[in-house]
Nanobody, 129 residues
Framework: QVQLVESGGGQVQAGGSMKLSCAASGRTFYTVPMGWFRQAPGKQREFVAAISWNGGKTLYLDSVKGRFTISRDNAKNSVYLHLNSLKPEDTAVYYC??????????????????????WGQGTQVTVSS
């Protein structure tokens, strides 16, 4: 059974940093894209970042570009999200996800939640002003 388990959330002041981790188990995902989404209270789940199977390609939500960095370690079957210069509007539950399809190098990384097949349970990130 596939499981994705996030960790690293918590509360931080505006301007602070945080690192989210997501460890997958049940099968390996080193050939497919992985991503992060977030959902704030009363809002729809939104795409935050995605990374290709080998880490060679990344994609970000415009509002987090230059502040967040996605990375992965295929040896550990894990994906990470480094959050810097955090703002109160970054407050949300953050979810990691896996798109269980091999993408060709010319394909764009998936950004729609419907593209992703496996999801973690989420980890709360709260940024206070």
């Amino acid at each position: 059974q596939v499981q994705l388990v996030e960790s690293g959330g918590g509360q931080v002041q505006a301007g602070g940093s945080m690192k989210l981790s997501c460890a997958a188990s049940g099968r390996t995902f080193y050939t497919v894209p992985m991503g992060w989404f977030r959902q704030a209270p009363g809002k729809q789940r939104e795409f935050v970042a995605a990374i290709s199977w080998n880490g060679g390609k990344t994609l970000y939500l415009d509002s987090v570009k230059g502040r967040f960095t996605i990375s992965r370690d295929n040896a550990k079957n894990s994906v990470y999200l480094h959050l810097n210069s955090l703002k109160p509007e970054d407050t949300a539950v953050y979810y990691c996800a896996v798109d269980n399809r091999n993408y060709t190098p010319n394909e764009n990384l998936p950004t729609m939640w419907e593209d992703y097949d496996y999801w973690g349970q989420g980890t709360q990130v709260t940024v206070s002003s």
